[in-house]
T-cell receptor, first 113, second 116 residues
Framework: AQSVTQLDSQVPVFEEAPVELRCNYS??????LFWYVQYPNQGLQLLLK??????LVKGINGFEAEFNKSQTSFHLRKPSVHISDTAEYFC???????????FGAGTRLFVKA | DVKVTQSSRYLVKRTGEKVFLECVQD?????MFWYRQDPGLGLRLIYF???????EKGDIPEGYSVSREKKERFSLILESASTNQTSMYLC???????????????FGNGTRLTVT
């Protein structure tokens, strides 16, 4: 069975500081990995995805993530955050041969001025 | 852009009522999903559908049913609403047919349901 663990439920950070949101997954088969963002009172939207190939993937709004197969991690990073990045971020995993996307519990990013 | 529209942003229903949550997507996607979102639990899959009139149970189907009579529309039904079904409900769609999991999900803005 697949599972996703987001290691931090809340991450406060000052504007223009770097941030890393951590995600670990478990799966017995090859996976696809995603990060979604949810702004207040909205649905989720895709930030970035890893399907295959280069382990460093770049997404929208200056975010990037690195797939580390040996550590079963897919951490999200941004070198300099803005107030507008305040949102909830979800790591998710799916796999070949399945419809289901499994989500982590989410990490709330608070960017302070 | 794909648009997934959920008919209500907020709903307040009484215990025991039958509740319908409607979702429509405009991009001819094969797959549609219903999730519920609760603080600290992330998103949990209730039901999904990979074709018209086809449905599959997700991880938490108890107390729910679904209907997909047309490709663009996927309805979630609470047969007899209970207070533990108070939650945010999110509808999503994806383009990939078959059993491939690489296609990302496109979400609606959610329906916040309160059962009193």
């Amino acid at each position: 069975a697949q599972s996703v663990t987001q290691l931090d439920s809340q991450v406060p950070v000052f504007e223009e500081a770097p941030v890393e949101l951590r995600c670990n997954y478990s799966s017995s088969v090859s996976v696809y990995l995603f990060w979604y963002v949810q702004y207040p009172n909205q649905g989720l939207q895709l930030l970035l995805k890893y399907l295959s190939g280069s382990t460093l993937v770049k997404g929208i709004n200056g975010f990037e993530a690195e797939f580390n197969k040996s550590q079963t991690s897919f951490h999200l990073r941004k070198p300099s955050v803005h107030i507008s990045d305040t949102a909830e971020y979800f790591c998710a995993v799916s796999h070949t041969g399945g419809f289901k996307t499994i989500f982590g519990a989410g990490t709330r990013l608070f960017v302070k001025a | 852009d794909v648009k997934v529209t959920q008919s209500s942003r907020y709903l307040v229903k009484r215990t025991g009522e039958k509740v319908f949550l409607e979702c429509v997507q405009d991009m001819d996607h094969e797959n549609m999903f219903w999730y519920r979102q609760d603080p600290g639990l992330g998103l949990r899959l209730i039901y999904f559908s990979y074709d018209v009139k086809m449905k599959e149970k997700g991880d938490i189907p108890e107390g729910y049913s679904v209907s997909r009579e047309k490709k663009e529309r996927f309805s979630l039904i609470l047969e007899s609403a209970s207070t533990n079904q108070t939650s945010m409900y999110l509808c999503a769609s994806s383009a990939q047919p078959g059993t491939e999991g690489s296609s990302p999900l496109h979400f609606g803005n959610g329906t916040r349901l309160t059962v009193t």
